[in-house]
């Protein structure tokens, strides 16, 4: 017997950024409207998508706006989902060597560079943020030990390094999960101990 833990980034956010070239304080006020915005009405996940939600033993959001509305778009406002802060986005901080004002991709390609550099879980990731993706990890296969499987609605950064841990951990990394964009799934198996 097996136990899964499904990973997908919410649905497409419904903050709209009418700024241009922002500077770090910018960035900080687009973030925080990112992370009171729920998702655009017309998000839809695929079918597919939908289905496995509705198989899953359980299903789980972050605390996010965007995640607990992706989740409820996934299941329906019927089915319960648990919602939890363990597996909310990173503070995606503006990296510091970063002066003046750039338009938001070049702001995620610094953050990125960032992570290149070595803020991957062991590098430079605050130490409560890797805390935090091991309490996940717990969490999530806890829920999937008790249910046979969990679907959580999370987010990019935080997946990422969520999934490294699993793998660490030993988890088998599912075909196909490597997409970035809004609804991609990543799955994990693990074989349940008798």
Do not use: C
């Not at 070239?21 to 695929?46: F, M, Q, T």
């Not at 991709?105 to 605050?126: H, S």
């Amino acid at each position: 017997m097996s136990t899964r833990i499904v990973l997908v980034r919410h649905g497409r956010s419904a903050h709209v950024h009418r700024e241009g070239w922002v500077d770090a304080e910018g960035l900080g006020r687009w973030r925080a409207a990112y992370e009171a915005a729920a998702i655009d009405p017309v998000s839809n996940p695929p079918p597919a998508l939908v289905r496995e939600a509705a198989a899953a033993g359980v299903v789980a959001a972050s605390d996010a706006p965007r995640a607990i509305a992706s989740a409820e778009r996934l299941v329906g406002v019927e089915r319960e989902v648990v919602v939890s802060p363990l597996i909310r986005e990173t503070d995606l901080r503006a990296p510091g060597w970063v002066r003046g004002r750039l338009p938001l991709a070049g702001w995620a390609l610094a953050i990125g560079a960032e992570w290149v550099r070595g803020t991957g879980l062991g590098g430079r990731t605050p130490p409560e943020t890797a805390a935090r993706v091991v309490a996940a990890a717990d969490w999530l296969a806890g829920l999937a030990q008790a249910h046979g499987s969990v679907l959580a609605v999370t987010h990019g950064d935080f997946r990422r390094l969520l999934a490294v841990f699993l793998v660490s951990e030993g988890w088998k990394r599912g075909p196909g999960s490597r997409g970035i964009r809004n609804w991609s799934t990543w799955r994990f198996e693990a074989r349940q101990e008798r």
